[in-house]
């Protein structure tokens, strides 16, 4: 799943690609072409379980992230170009300006969100007339489609962002094809200067403010503050964030907030060569997980066997797992809990 990093010009957005991506990517900067990386996403569990299974590697599960070039207010050449990139991501990392001294976050944060409003006003009013017109030859689908349409432009038109509104699997199928921006689960990300990393500032506070009235979810962290962390050597890091009162990497929390928001849980593999962290939707059932690690075991799955890591930790070992009789032995119904341990059993 790709997450976009999205937000006005000079907000601080390739600085985050650049901290989440552990500067792994040579990014280009001034032109129309999103950077485009992968940010591992730190699990202390995944620690845990190699410590109780003895394992040459330790893979976290990673997340996608496309670096989109700044939206520029109230239309402009760029504007259908970066549009078109936002188009194409599953969910936005929204970043406001909120380290400068004269920033104004709420105003940012509005002026963004208006500009995938207006956008998507013009896709529903495009869109209506021929879904209407099809919903009146009797169009059971058109039908779906012109009151799922009806009911995202009763939102925009009072500014309000689609997925704002409670939507019902039948109505977000309708609305699939329309890829509307103002749909796209967003987090908000609060850019602060270096001598308000948590965020006390009035202008953080009012943003904070503003995103919960659209039932949003906001974080806090300072990029460039960040950043100079990313490039330390690895045992340098910790004291530098002890020495700024962090406990982590931004990383850390952004990915919590973002599985959180999209609905995402976290299950693991393990064995000598690699010990591994997926990333699946929540209630996906123990074929389509076993999916992501290979289309194989999806397509050949005969029984998953399961255990959670907490009893890996109470219990010390597999083979006590296993003693105790905790490992369970799962079918294809079998909806996978955030924190399971997994071998699949596949035959193709
Ligand atoms: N003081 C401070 N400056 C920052 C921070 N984050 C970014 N900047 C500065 O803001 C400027 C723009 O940062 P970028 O990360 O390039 O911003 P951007 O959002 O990618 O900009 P565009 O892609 O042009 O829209 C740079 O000069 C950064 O050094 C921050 O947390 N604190
Ligand atoms: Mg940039």
């Known amino acids: 799943m790709e997450c976009g990093i999205v937000g ?110 207006l956008s998507d006003m013009e896709v529903i009013e495009n869109s209506l007339e021929r879904a209407q017109k099809s919903a009146q030859s009797g169009d059971e689908e058109a039908q779906r489609r012109r009151d799922a349409l009806q009911k995202a432009l009763a939102l925009v038109e009072e500014e309000r962002p689609v997925a704002v509104a409670e939507w019902s699997a039948a109505e977000e199928l309708a609305m699939r094809g329309y890829g509307l921006l103002s749909a796209k689960p967003m987090l908000v990300v609060a850019n602060v200067a270096e001598d308000d990393l948590d965020g006390a500032s009035d202008g953080v506070q009012a943003l904070k403010a503003a995103v919960a009235e659209d039932g949003g979810t906001m974080i806090v962290l300072c990029a460039s503050l960040e950043s100079e962390i990313a490039e330390l050597p690895e045992d340098e890091r910790a004291e530098m964030l002890g020495s700024m009162g962090l406990r982590e990497p931004a990383v850390g929390p ?59 930790r109470d219990l010390g070992s597999e083979k006590a797992v296993k003693e105790a009789g905790k490992l369970r032995s799962e079918g294809k119904q079998y909806v996978l809990k955030d924190g399971d341990v997994v071998h699949f059993l596949f035959n193709v």
């Open 8 to 117: 006005l010009p000079g907000s601080g957005k390739t600085s985050l690609f650049q901290v989440l991506t552990a500067h792994a990517v040579a990014v280009e900067i001034g032109t129309l072409n999103p950077n485009i990386g992968q940010a591992d996403i730190p699990d202390p569990r995944l620690h845990e379980i190699a410590e109780f299974i003895p394992t040459k590697k330790i893979v976290p599960a990673r997340l996608e992230l496309v670096d989109i070039p700044g939206i520029s207010v109230g239309g402009g050449t760029s504007h259908v170009a970066v549009l078109a990139h936002i188009r194409t991501v599953a969910a936005l990392c929204h970043v406001i300006n909120c380290f400068d001294a004269g920033a104004d976050p709420v105003s940012a944060y509005r002026d963004l969100k208006l500009e995938l409003i």
């Open 254 to 312: 952004l990915a919590r907030a973002l599985n959180e928001l999209l609905g995402l849980a976290t299950f693991y593999t393990a064995g000598e060569k690699e010990v591994r962290s997926w990333i699946i939707r929540q209630g996906a059932m123990a074929p389509e997980a076993g999916g992501s690690v290979h289309s194989d075991i999806e397509r050949g799955f005969i029984r998953a066997e399961c255990y959670h890591v907490d009893e890996l």
